[in-house]
Structure formats: C-alpha cells, structure tokens
C-alpha cells in the first residue's frame, strides 16, 4: 500500500463520516481489514463534532487548532503493520481491534494533520453550491474541483443558466429589443 493512498483513503473515510454518508464499501473494508467494528451512532455523535471542525479548517486552510484539539483528544499511535496483500510494510496511526471512536479518532486526526501539513496528494474542498454543506476530497488531476457531486455541478450550473437568461430577457424588455 502506498502511504499517500492510505492518508487519502482515511480522508476519505473522515469526509464520508462528517457528511454523514451511509457507510461505503471504502469504509466497510477500512474497518474490517483493522477489526472494528462499524460505531454505534451515540459514539459517532460524540466524535462528530471535533471532526467536522477540523475538516471544515482543512477545507478553509486553517485554523489549525480544531485539528490540534482533535490530535490531542486522540493522539496517533503510530506504528508499521504488515496486513495487506504481499505484507508490505506501511504507517498505521491506531493499533487494530481498538474502540471504533479510539481508531476512527486517531486515524482521522492523523490523515487530516497530514493534508493540512500540505499532502500535495489529497485536498479537501467545501462545496460551492448554495445550501450545501458538505465537504469533499478532491482527487481531480489540477485540483479544480468544486463540488461535492455532479447534482451540486448541476444545480449550480442551472441556476446560473436561468439567471443569465432572466437578466438577457429583462435587458431586452427595457430596451425594447426581443430578438434574444
């Protein structure tokens, strides 16, 4: 496993559990490869507010501090594991079997430190569609994203399509001209 893909994939998990998302097949095997098992909502109520300050501060660059208070509430134990296929030897930042907010707490603390430390391999954005609050990561070659989904590009895109045409039709109503 490659460390950039293992800080992305924890990334990953973490905007997945801020946004609130049903558990994906990412977060399924994350757990099961590491022995824990899927935290009970009363758990994930208590995690969940320290985790979406400190994505949204990634996704704003900065301020650090929520990501600070996160790491010191759960403080990465860092250590090599040899677990996936091949046995190749890779940086994990809880040890497996731990309590679900034990291991998603450190290893989401530990994988947020590291973007906000400027990861060129993972960004976090917030989407920029009105009313959404939603973040996501963007793994698009330029790092262009801007959006959390297509049904945010979309409804964007669609209202700024409506509004251009109301304006062309109010100017050509006050002009008189209605060729548009």
Sequence with gaps: ?????????????????????????????????????????????????????????????????????????????IHVSTHDQGGEPHMHFARDGESPASWLGRSCAAALAHVICGDPDVTVGRCQADGCARFYVDDSRNRSRRFCSKTCASRTTVAAHRARRRTRLRDADSSGDFSS
Excluded at 2 to 8: D, E, F, K, M, N
Excluded at 23 to 52: C, N, Y
Excluded at 57 to 73: F, M, Q, R, T, Y
Aim: hydrophobic share 45%.
């Design 1 to 77: 496993m490659r460390y950039v893909a293992y800080i992305g994939n924890l990334t990953r998990l973490t905007v997945e559990l801020v946004n609130g998302d049903d558990p994906s097949d990412l977060r399924r095997e994350f757990l099961d490869q590491h022995s824990i098992d899927e935290p009970p909502a009363a758990t994930l109520a208590e995690l969940l507010p320290a985790l979406r300050e400190a994505v949204a501060a990634v996704a704003d660059s900065g301020p650090i501090e929520p990501i600070n208070l996160l790491l010191e509430k759960y403080p990465p134990v």
